[in-house]
């Protein structure tokens, strides 16, 4: 039995899509997802063409949706889909500093190969907290770790990043507002291909425990005393 549980957002015959936990990467939920398949189709023919296949490059760390297909001819479109008009997936992320503008990164990363790709990361400020903001993410490439790096290499790294962020703030967000985990979030999913009559569309909200964060955050961030003094702990003049 698995350590982490999940809970299916959609499926078909074709495509399957998550919610997924922090902690597992997209790989590590196939076995559980194959075996919730084949007790579905106990009797079907279905059963026997399924192979499940992860579409993009969730990190382990992040959370939200993800999608999957279920045999080879489905993988194959969603994969010529990824990052197109046809397949679009938003994130929320939380990030140093103060955004006002959407804007958008377009500089080589290096993938999972160790060869550098052409990477373009879009944004849009959703709320800022003055030390922070969340941002509405979306990406036109897929490399590993990709959101993560982009705003890292322009200094508002994604809070709670562990591996590319700064400790300084994870450490104040973890404990001063219960931050355990990377502020990275899949909420929405468009999938429009010609498999389908048409569009198919996923939410999936903010888990509590980021909720709580930006509650929090807000309350910290309204008060004049506890905003300065937020500042100065993190020797933050702005971006």
Known sequence: MSAFSFSFLYKDENIAIIDKPVGVTPDECIEDITNQLLDTHLESPVRDRIVVTPIGQMDRAASGIQ????????????????NSKHLYRGYFALVKGDISKPGGFQFPLM???????????????????????LLKVWLETDCKDQIRKHFSRRWMPVIGDRKYGQ????????????????F??????TLDIKEYNHPIEIDCPLPACL???LEKLDLLTSNPVTAYNARIRLNFSGC
Not at 167 to 182: I, T, Y
């Open 111 to 133: 993938d999972s190969e160790g060869e550098m790709c052409k990477s373009l990361t879009c944004f849009e400020p959703q709320k800022s907290f003055n030390i922070a903001t």
């Open 67 to 82: 999608i999957y297909g279920l045999n080879l001819k489905s993988s194959r479109e969603l994969k010529k889909a990824l």
């Open 211 to 213: 909720k709580e964060v």
């Open 167 to 182: 400790k300084k703030w994870n450490d104040f967000f973890k404990q001063q507002l219960g931050l355990n985990r990377l």
């Open 184 to 189: 990275l979030h899949v909420y929405h999913l």
